[in-house]
């Protein structure tokens, strides 16, 4: 395999591995708000507000290794 | 967004290398008929694939070329005799060779007229808004106030502090408002995200960065924050312990960093591969699936837009907070200082008990 093969192979599983991590990660989250929405609604707001915070940033780590596969994928 | 943009990075990477003659043939009419339709009628940015110079392009180059930066600005007006939706400016030809200093190009480029319009654009509304003043709001003046009350009593005074919190509101209403508007303006059609170069995103991240070291100096005192650099272990290990803690200064700004820069690219690369789909596959029928697709996709980039700027200023103000609450011997360390929890100095409990003292059952 050349190494454009592989760059390019890299970066499909790296995108997929990221997606997965991030999948993961944001589906407890969403769990885990949910659950506490479900125990104290009036509550709802500053979980929504914490859920968004924290999905932002889960997905601004996902997010590193989708740039480093776009750089696989562009340079190769 | 990052699974779709993971299941279409394959998509692009297969496209880059094919040899253009099987899809050469019906492909260039139905990029034509493409992109005329598309232009007219959802104003997104699609005539990606019908330019008429480079057929030899690959779609890849042409996703790439509309998310980067560049010399060439295009816009629609009259040039070469009528109307047309691609009329170019080539900046490098109307300025040539005046702003080039030695080895440094400062001509202006595209995601900085971006900017600049952008700026331009939020001064007006801005203005716009507080010419009325009336001790009623109302209008325009009503949701800018809405915005800027949000910033300062959640994000500001929650993450700074009462009484520090003021004196930080303008860089962080600015911010705000700023990455807001950037981010916005790259939806507009034939603008640019300038949030999406690397350099603007790290430009807004250094100023974070300075602004957190001088809040931190102000308050712990140059010492002080030296002192912090070295972590509280004992002087043998500083040699270890000094550049590691001169690193982790930097980790904060360049998440940032990467964070802002890489939702913005991400969303309107994986609007430009749904409707490279279309080009890649050759067939026009592909439209009625890719184009309701890149829609909510646009959509959730516009929400996106409103988050990150949320989410800079938030994680900016959270930074200045952490370099305040050392002050006073209120020393937790560093350990207690990595989450991005609400509420850090210590009287902001009230804050949190707004919610909890409704509820029944709390005595």
């Known amino acids: ?76 | 967004m990052t699974t779709l943009l993971a299941s279409l990075l394959l998509a692009v990477a297969t496209t880059q290398h094919t040899p253009e003659p099987a899809t050469g043939e019906h492909g260039h009419p139905a990029v034509e008929a493409g992109a005329a339709e598309h232009a007219e009628q959802h104003g997104a940015k699609e005539h990606g694939g019908g330019h008429g110079a480079a057929h030899e392009e690959s779609l890849s180059d042409v996703m790439l070329g509309h998310v980067s930066d560049g010399y060439v600005l295009e816009y629609p007006g009259y040039c070469h005799g009528g109307f047309s939706a691609e009329c170019e400016t080539d900046l490098k030809e109307v300025f040539g060779d005046s702003l080039v200093f030695g080895s440094v190009d400062m001509t202006p480029t595209k995601h900085l007229i971006m900017l600049w319009l952008a700026s331009i654009v939020m001064l007006v509304v801005v203005m716009a808004a507080v010419a009325k003043k009336s001790i009623v709001p109302r209008g325009l003046y009503n949701f800018v106030e809405t915005l800027v009350q949000f910033v300062r009593v959640e994000i500001a005074k929650k993450n700074i502090g009462e009484h520090d919190g003021d004196r930080f509101v303008p860089y962080l209403v600015t911010a705000f408002f700023f990455i807001l508007f950037v981010n916005l303006f790259g939806l507009v059609p034939w603008a640019a995200t300038a949030t999406g170069n690397v350099a603007v995103t790290m430009a807004l991240a250094t100023f974070t960065f300075f602004i957190t070291q001088y809040a931190a100096i102000r308050a712990q005192g140059l010492g002080g924050w030296l002192k912090h650099l070295t972590g509280g272990v004992s002087p043998l290990l500083w040699p270890i312990m000094i550049p590691v803690e001169i690193l982790g200064l930097f980790t904060k700004p360049f998440a940032l960093t990467i964070r802002l820069f890489a939702n913005m690219i991400a969303g309107h690369i994986v609007i430009l591969s749904l409707l490279g789909l279309i080009f890649a596959l050759g067939s026009p029928f592909v439209a009625v699936g890719s184009v309701p697709m890149a829609l909510a996709i646009f959509a959730l980039e516009v929400f996106v837009a409103f988050v990150q700027a949320y989410i800079f200023t938030m994680l900016s103000s959270l930074f200045i907070g952490q370099g305040l609450v050392h002050h006073g011997g209120h020393d937790e360390g560093h350990g207690g200082a990595g989450e991005p929890g609400m509420g850090h100095a210590g009287g902001d409990h009230a804050h949190g008990s707004h919610v909890a003292g409704n509820a029944p059952g709390h005595g």
């Open chain 1, 1 to 76: 395999m050349t190494n454009t093969a592989l760059a390019f192979l890299s970066a499909g599983f790296g995108a997929g591995l990221a997606v997965l991590g991030a999948g993961l990660g944001i589906g407890r989250l969403a769990a885990a708000g949910l659950d506490g929405t479900a125990r104290q609604p009036t509550a709802a707001g500053d979980i929504r507000t914490s859920l968004i915070i924290a999905a932002a940033l889960i997905e601004g780590v996902t997010l590193f290794a989708i740039v480093v596969c776009v750089l696989l994928a562009i340079k190769a």
